[in-house]
C-alpha cells in the first residue's frame, strides 16, 4: 500500500497564528520529506528526515519548524508565516537504501496552506 | 541549476493522440528516473520509472524510452483521454530515493 496521508487538506491561517500540518505513512519507509509546492512550479524541497533524525534543511526560516515523533509521523510547525508562504505543502516518504537503489518518493495529497 | 529540463512546457491534443513528453538531463550519477503525474491540488503520484540500462518500458498506455547516451528519456501516453489531463514531471534520483530532482513539469491537456 503506496499511501501517504496528511491533514488538513486546507488551512487559513493569519501572520500570528501557530499551527502544525500532520503527516504520516505505514510503508516502512525510514525517509521522510517535507516539500513546498508553488503554483505552475515542481515541489521544492525544505526538510529531510533519516531514520528519524533531521539530515536536510535546505534553508528554511525559522517560521517553520519540523518534528519526526516517530517513523510513521512527520510534523511541520508553522508560526508567523508571511502571506508569501501561501502553497502547496507535501509529505513524502521513501524507502533509505543502498545506493543505486531503485526506489523513488512517494507523496501525500498536500496540505493547501493560505496565509492571509 | 537546473539538473533536469523537460519540455514542452504545456501540450494540447485530441483524445486518442500520443502526447510526448521529453526530458534532458546532464549528471550522470542519476540512477534512476521517476515520471509523476499531478492533478489540480493534488499530490504528485508515482505513473512509471525506469533504470538507466533500460531502452524502454511499458505500463498500460504510459511509456518510457531511454537513450542512455544522448542523455534524454521521454514519456509517451498512448491512446490518451481526458482524464489524463494533467501536469507531469520527470525526476531522476541519485543514489538513494533521498535525492530527487524534478524538471520543470509539462501541463497536458486531452481534448474530446
Known amino acids: 500500500d503506496t499511501e501517504v496521508t496528511q491533514t488538513p487538506k486546507h488551512l487559513v491561517m493569519g501572520m500570528t497564528n501557530k499551527k502544525s500540518l500532520k503527516c504520516e505513512q505505514h510503508m516502512g519507509h525510514r525517509a521522510m520529506y517535507w516539500y513546498k509546492q508553488k503554483a505552475k512550479k515542481p515541489p521544492e524541497l525544505m526538510f529531510v528526515y533519516s531514520y528519524e533524525k533531521l539530515s536536510i534543511n535546505e534553508s528554511v526560516p525559522s517560521r517553520f519548524s519540523p518534528e519526526c515523533p516517530n517513523s510513521s509521523l512527520l510534523n511541520l510547525h508553522l508560526h508567523a508565516l508571511q502571506p508569501e508562504d501561501s502553497a502547496l505543502y507535501l509529505c513524502?516518504?521513501?524507502?533509505?537504501?543502498?545506493?543505486?537503489?531503485?526506489?523513488?518518493?512517494?507523496f501525500g495529497p498536500g496540505t493547501r496552506l493560505t496565509v492571509l | 541549476q537546473q539538473q533536469v529540463k523537460q519540455s514542452p512546457q504545456s501540450l494540447i491534443v485530441q483524445k486518442g493522440g500520443i502526447p510526448i513528453i521529453n526530458c534532458a538531463y546532464e549528471n550522470t550519477a542519476f540512477d534512476y528516473f521517476p515520471w509523476y503525474q499531478q492533478f489540480p491540488g493534488k499530490g504528485p503520484a508515482l505513473l512509471i520509472a525506469i533504470r538507466p540500462d533500460v531502452s524502454e518500458k511499458k505500463e498500460g498506455r504510459f511509456t518510457i524510452s531511454f537513450n542512455k547516451s544522448a542523455k534524454q528519456f521521454s514519456l509517451h501516453i498512448m491512446d490518451s483521454q481526458p482524464g489524463d489531463s494533467a501536469t507531469y514531471f520527470c525526476a531522476a534520483v541519485t543514489g538513494t530515493a533521498s535525492k530527487l530532482t524534478f524538471g520543470t513539469g509539462t501541463r497536458l491537456q486531452v481534448t474530446l
Open positions: 513524502a516518504s521513501s524507502q533509505v537504501g543502498s545506493p543505486r537503489s531503485t526506489d523513488t518518493q512517494y
